[in-house]
């Protein structure tokens, strides 16, 4: 897909901004950024102004901008990573690609820049094919087509909701891989892209994502935080959590989910041993939270997704509350969160 096809002013690429100097980021992501409007979020926790070079359309928002928008609520909690969901309440385009600061252009394996918007755009304008996996992965993609066996019946596919992209260098590892394995790299660039079966859940990793915000924007929630989550990704599980809300709340409402390009180039960041002992607490929750996302059904009469939202926050609270309050806060917070949406959209 180039350049020429996509809808610039339908995009908004939100940043959150957890180094203040943004210098060196913005002019790596100049050649793709430039023609679209960005959202960037500041860390509340961040001290010093943040510094953009020239030649951007940018609306940067402040710890002052969330305290005027949300107001009093202690559910909701934007800082660190999750600063960036303030960008996806702000947006009001119908496409939103969210982008970690640390990561800059990959390259493809003939060497060209990866450029994200366009593949994710592709994504999401492109049907998925959650029902029946086709073997072939995007059979809409140039060059491949639906295998002998696919029903005809199914070939039409439904509305991609969600693009999760990937990453060179530095993956998405947790802390006790990474700790194991320091020297790990991923230098595998594949090029395919495939849709996420229905029911089947994935850990959803906000560095490189983009989706229908008309459709799926209340279903991203900054939810859960762990008591001892830090500023590096593998000490945090709220995109996770966000990642199988949206996940079921996709298949119950009939959306797809893919997942693969666009790649992006990670840097290096943190220590994983000392990530460790934080992001620990995540590591076992997630032995006990797959399971109930595999298991959760939503009833019919929820229709939207800030319906879906209300709906899984009180199955949350009622089955898994018990266990630890942590899940009790989470779902005070998605159904704060769908306050707030309504509130924000109305505005």
């Known amino acids: 897909m180039s350049q020429a096809n996509i809808m610039d002013d339908e995009v908004d690429i939100v940043i959150g901004a957890l180094h203040s100097d943004l210098t060196t980021f913005m002019n790596e992501w100049r050649p793709v950024f430039s023609q679209f409007h960005l959202i960037i979020v500041k860390d509340p926790d961040l001290s010093g102004e943040i510094q953009i070079p020239e030649g951007f359309n940018v609306d940067v928002y402040t710890r002052s901008d969330i305290d005027r928008v949300v107001g009093s609520s202690t559910s909701i909690l934007f800082s660190g990573y999750s600063c960036r969901y303030f960008g996806y309440l702000m947006s009001r385009k119908k496409y939103v690609i969210s982008i970690d600061d640390d990561c800059i252009p990959a390259k493809d394996n003939e060497g060209s820049l990866v450029d994200i918007v366009a593949q994710h755009i592709t994504n999401l304008i492109t049907p998925a094919t959650p029902f029946f996996f086709n073997t072939l992965y995007d059979p809409y993609r140039k060059g491949a087509d639906f295998v002998r066996g696919y029903p005809f019946s199914l070939r039409e596919g439904v509305t991609c909701a969600l693009s999760c992209g990937l990453w060179l260098n530095l993956a998405d590892y947790d802390a006790p891989t990474q700790a194991l394995k320091p020297e790990l790299r991923n230098s595998r660039y594949v090029d395919a892209v495939l849709t996420v079966p229905v029911r089947a859940m994935l850990p959803l990793s906000g560095i490189n994502i983009a989706f229908d915000r008309e459709l799926v924007g209340p279903a991203l929630i900054p939810a859960l935080k762990l008591a001892g989550e830090g500023k590096f990704r593998w000490e945090t599980m709220e995109d996770i959590w966000s990642g199988m809300c949206v996940k079921v709340i996709s298949d119950h409402m009939g959306l797809g989910v893919k997942s693969g390009l666009p790649y992006v180039w990670r840097n290096e960041r943190g220590n994983a041993i000392e990530s460790l002992k934080k992001e620990w607490e995540g590591v076992k929750l997630m032995e006990e939270v797959v399971p109930f996302f595999q298991a959760v059904r939503l009833p019919r009469s929820a229709v939207t ?36 949406w309504k509130a924000v959209q109305s505005g």
């Open 305 to 340: 997704a800030e319906d879906c939202v209300v709906e899984l926050a009180k199955i949350v609270k009622e089955q898994l509350g018990q266990s630890n309050p942590m899940f009790v806060r989470a779902a005070e917070a998605m159904v704060e969160w769908i306050k707030v």
